[in-house]
T-cell receptor, first 118, second 114 residues
Framework: AQKVTQAQTEISVVEKEDVTLDCVYETRDTTYYLFWYKQPPSGELVFLIRRNSFDEQNEISGRYSWNFQKSTSSFNFTITASQVVDSAVYFCALRTVISSGSARQLTFGSGTQLTVLP | KAGVTQTPRYLIKTRGQQVTLSCSPISGHRSVSWYQQTPGQGLQFLFEYFSETQRNKGNFPGRFSGRQFSNSRSEMNVSTLELGDSALYLC?????????????FGPGTRLTVL
């Protein structure tokens, strides 16, 4: 079975602070893809990043960076110099590939509510 | 390029009724997935369609069903509504169901069952 754990239910920071959102995943499949999505108050999930199991390079996109570590089954997300507009629920998700090449369903973590205070 | 559209955006029904929700994917996208989001259970996968065929199905009772049309538009139906079906129903589209394709989500349909 595949599982995604986001242990931090809620995080509050003051604007300009850095914040890291944790994501730990479980799967027995060797090929998989990890995703991060943002859900602002409007409700629509916005895709942020995709990473496959064979690429452990960290990625930086502006104020966002992601740290993927297979050894600890983690795919953490850091926002540098947070802004009020970053306030949202952030979801980590996992999709694995079974031996036949078919993809299992996308499994989401429970989400982390990030509040950035002015 | 227009995003994923879902209709209606809000719906109020009573127990025992049935409901049909509609989703139009991004132009060119042929895979559509449905999710239920509730405060208690989070985001749960309902089903995924590609080329009018159901490819994956989540762990929901048979009251939940869906279909996809030849133009890739999709509908999901919930029969004999229960109070616990109150949720935000999200539709997502992707180019194809391959595992590496990111899914793009619509704004959702907020269903309230009274």
């Amino acid at each position: 079975a595949q599982k995604v754990t986001q242990a931090q239910t809620e995080i509050s920071v003051v604007e300009k602070e850095d914040v890291t959102l944790d994501c730990v995943y479980e799967t027995r499949d060797t090929t998989y893809y990890l995703f991060w999505y943002k859900q602002p108050p409007s409700g629509e999930l916005v895709f942020l990043i995709r990473r496959n199991s064979f690429d452990e390079q960290n990625e930086i996109s502006g104020r966002y960076s992601w740290n993927f570590q297979k050894s600890t089954s983690s795919f953490n997300f850091t926002i540098t110099a947070s802004q009020v507009v970053d306030s949202a629920v952030y979801f980590c998700a996992l999709r694995t590939v079974i031996s036949s090449g078919s993809a299992r369903q996308l499994t989401f973590g429970s989400g982390t509510q990030l509040t950035v205070l002015p | 390029k227009a995003g994923v559209t879902q209709t209606p955006r809000y719906l109020i029904k009573t127990r025992g009724q049935q409901v049909t929700l509609s989703c139009s994917p991004i132009s060119g996208h042929r895979s559509v997935s449905w999710y239920q989001q509730t405060p208690g259970q989070g985001l749960q996968f309902l089903f995924e369609y590609f080329s009018e065929t159901q490819r994956n199905k989540g762990n929901f009772p048979g009251r939940f069903s869906g279909r996809q049309f030849s133009n890739s538009r999709s509908e999901m139906n919930v029969s004999t509504l229960e109070l616990g079906d109150s949720a935000l129903y999200l539709c997502a589209s992707s180019l194809a169901p391959q595992q590496y394709n990111e899914q793009f989500f619509g704004p959702g349909t907020r269903l309230t069952v009274l």
